[in-house]
């Protein structure tokens, strides 16, 4: 008998529900919050407010794509944290109450195993080969840089991770230097196509093990693009495809770099990526690169798959409804947490 989950992702800017049945996408919802552009970041009281507002008829949109009645649902799964608590309390507010009234179980998720699960996602007649455990998981987002060996779907051991920024916030944080509106990562990667990786070079940060470390490589970015806008004021505008292009070379330069060295203390045999940044068409390029070079097997997620989104909560939640782990309505979310 097929398993129904609704999923509900609330944890920054973006309202989300989707309905599975088993790992197969019915419905996929997200209402992106476009009020925080003008901030050039996310303001979390804005956020929550917008929540409110989109949670019901986002919900009920996922249900009526899906052509699922409420009462056929098995589980609804619900990210618990990491994020905005005021943004969290939404969503798992509103699933604790659905849950009630329904009777069904509650399945609390973590958003980044949520990022790297997205990866045993399917969508109706096109089925994906999954990784096979242990895999190598490169996941990068707006908050987060962890490199996982991922033992099975809730055994993953960090190997790595940032101790500064996270790699979306070293492209957000570029992108604002060169003027460009948030989230930044997107438009870099659209200069970027057109741009010379080699035309400027900046220094990659050189951080022991597999940890990494990006806010130098911003601050060189900020003095840089500041020296040469005083000698020309036009030097954003004439050169910002180079420089989009230079500074993903090196931020992907600079993931990569610790995923090969990864790959070779590891017996992983399947390279994945997953969170908002495997978006980037330089790091989906440079990666599908490393797997050619050592033999690995590379698993991307599909681009509406990568940023945030509540088909990867509800996949999630359904290998945690197998094993049979729900929560009570006394689950409390968490801002942060580290796998
Ligand atoms: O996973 P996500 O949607 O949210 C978090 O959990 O943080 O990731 C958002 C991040 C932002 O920093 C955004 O700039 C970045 O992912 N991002 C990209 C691209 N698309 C989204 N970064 C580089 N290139 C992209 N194409
Ligand atoms: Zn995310």
Known sequence: MSVYILGIESSCDDTSAAVIEDTTILSNVIASQKVHAEYGGVVPELASRA??????PVIDTALKRAKINKNQLSAIAFTNGPGLLGSLLVGSSFAKAMSYSLNIPLVEVDHLQAHVLANFLDKPGEEHPHPQFPFLCLTVSGGHTLLLQVND??????????????????FDKAAKILGLPYPGG?????????GDPKRFQFAIAHVPGLDYS???????????????????PNFIEENIHDLAASI?????????????KALKST???????????????????AAADVARR????????????????????????YFKFLKGEFVNIDAVPYSSRVL
């Open 214 to 232: 990006f806010s130098g490589l911003k601050t060189s970015f900020l003095y840089f693009v500041r020296d040469r806008l005083k000698e020309n």
């Open 267 to 285: 017996q992983c045999q399947d390279l994945v990526l997953a969170g908002g940044v495997s978006a980037n068409s330089g790091l989906r390029n």
């Open 51 to 56: 929540h409110q507002q989109n949670i019901i």
């Open 248 to 260: 993903q070379y090196a931020i992907v330069k600079s993931l990569m770099d610790k995923v090969v």
């Open 294 to 317: 050592y033999h690995k097997n590379l698993f991307l997620p599909t681009l509406d798959l990568t940023t945030d989104n509540a088909a990867m909560i509800a996949v999630c939640g």
């Open 186 to 194: 997107p438009v870099i990667d659209k200069y970027a196509k057109e």
């Open 153 to 170: 779907h809730f055994d993953m051991q960090r190997l790595g991770g940032t101790i500064d920024d996270a790699a979306g916030e070293a």
